[in-house]
C-alpha cells in the first residue's frame, strides 16, 4: 500500500554528542536525547524510508507501520558514527547525512571563525560502514560555502565535485544535496539541478508539502530539548505550517520593501 506524501515531515540534526560534551546550541544534541528522541518515534509506530522509494513514489508500509518520516543530519561529524549510528540500528532507522566532502580537512573549519568548538568529521573508512549498514549519503558541498556569493565556475564546482567525491567512497549514486545555511536563489537551484541531482534540501525554506518543489525540501531542526510534545507538533505538520506562515509573510514584507524603495527611486529620477 502506497503512502501520501503531503504529510512526510523531515528532520534534520547536526551533533549527536557525547553527554558530557553538550554545549548550547540548536545544533547539537546529546547522545542520551538523541536516543530518547528515537526511541518516542519509534514507540509511535514511525519507520524511515528509502530515499528512492520517496522519490519513485513506491512508499509503502513497512513491517506493517504507515507513519514515515526522513531523518537526516548535515555536515557529517564524526560523532554522527559515533553515537547516531549505534541508535538508529538498535531502532531499525536509516538516516540521510549530507557531507563536507573535502576530504583534506576533517574538521569544521567553517565554523571556527565565530567561536564555535572544533569538532571531527567522518573519514572515509566511517563512510563506508555506514554505507553498508544502510546509511545513505548526500553532498553538503566541498567547503560549506554561502553558494549564492560564489561565481559560476565555484559554485559548479561545489556541487559536481563534492557529489563525484562521495560516490567515489560509497560506490553508490549520490542523489541528494543539502543547501548549507539553507542558503540558496535561483541560480544555486539551477546548478544543483544541472549537476543531476534529483533532489535537495533546505531547511526553513520551501512549501509546506514534500512533493510540491523538490530542490528546496522543508526540514524541521531538532534540537536537544525537543521532547515528546515537540515531536508530537513536527509529526503533526502544525510547526511546519507556523514556521511556512511566518517565512511566506517574511518573504511578502521584503517584496514590498522592495517595490516602495524602487518606486521612490523612479519618482527621484
Known amino acids: 500500500m502506497s503512502l501520501d506524501l503531503k504529510g512526510l515531515q ?5 551533533r549527536v554528542c557525547a553527554d558530557d560534551a553538550w554545549y548550547p546550541s540548536p545544533y547539537v544534541v546529546t547522545a542520551s536525547a538523541f536516543r530518547r528522541q528515537m526511541e518516542f518515534l ?33 555536515d557529517g561529524y564524526l560523532d554522527n558514527f559515533e553515537h547516531a549510528l549505534p541508535v538508529l540500528r538498535e531502532f531499525g532507522f536509516r538516516a540521510i547525512i549530507f557531507l563536507v566532502a573535502d576530504f583534506s580537512r576533517r574538521d569544521n573549519w567553517w565554523d571556527l571563525p565565530d567561536g564555535v568548538p572544533r569538532a571531527s568529521l567522518l573519514e572515509p573508512d566511517h563512510i563506508k560502514e555506514m554505507s553498508a549498514h544502510g546509511i545513505e549519503f548526500g553532498s553538503h558541498t566541498l567547503h560549506h560555502p554561502h553558494l549564492p556569493a560564489l561565481p559560476d565556475a565555484a559554485l559548479r564546482e561545489e556541487v559536481v565535485r563534492s557529489r563525484a567525491s562521495i560516490e567515489e567512497i560509497v560506490q553508490k549514486p549520490v542523489e541528494c544535496f543539502s543547501y548549507p545555511y539553507s542558503d540558496l536563489d535561483n541560480r544555486v537551484r539551477a546548478a544543483v539541478m544541472a549537476a543531476g541531482y534529483r533532489c ?12 510540491s518543489d523538490l530542490f528546496e525540501i522543508r526540514r524541521l531542526n531538532v534540537d536537544n530539548g525537543a521532547g515528546w510534545l515537540s515531536l508530537h ?7 511546519k505550517a507556523v514556521l511556512y506562515s511566518w517565512w511566506r509573510g517574511k518573504r511578502s514584507l521584503s517584496s514590498i ?10 519618482e527621484e529620477l
Not at 526553513?204 to 508539502?209: D, I, K, L, S, V
Not at 507538533?233 to 510547526?239: D, F, N, R, V, W
Not at 520593501?257 to 523612479?266: N, T, V
Request: no cysteine.
Open 42 to 74: 519509534h514507540s509511535r509506530g514511525y519507520y524511515t524510508p528509502a530515499l528512492a522509494d520517496v522519490l519513485d513514489g513506491t512508499l509503502a508500509a513497512h513491517n506493517g507501520h504507515r507513519r514515515a518520516f526522513l531523518l537526516t543530519l548535515d
Open 257 to 266: 520593501r522592495a517595490r516602495q524603495y524602487h518606486s521612490a527611486l523612479r
Open 200 to 211: 535537495a534540501f533546505a531547511v526553513n525554506t520551501g512549501p509546506r508539502a514534500f512533493s
Open 233 to 239: 507538533a513536527k509529526l503533526s505538520g502544525a510547526e
Open 10 to 14: 523531515t528532520f534534520v540534526y547536526h
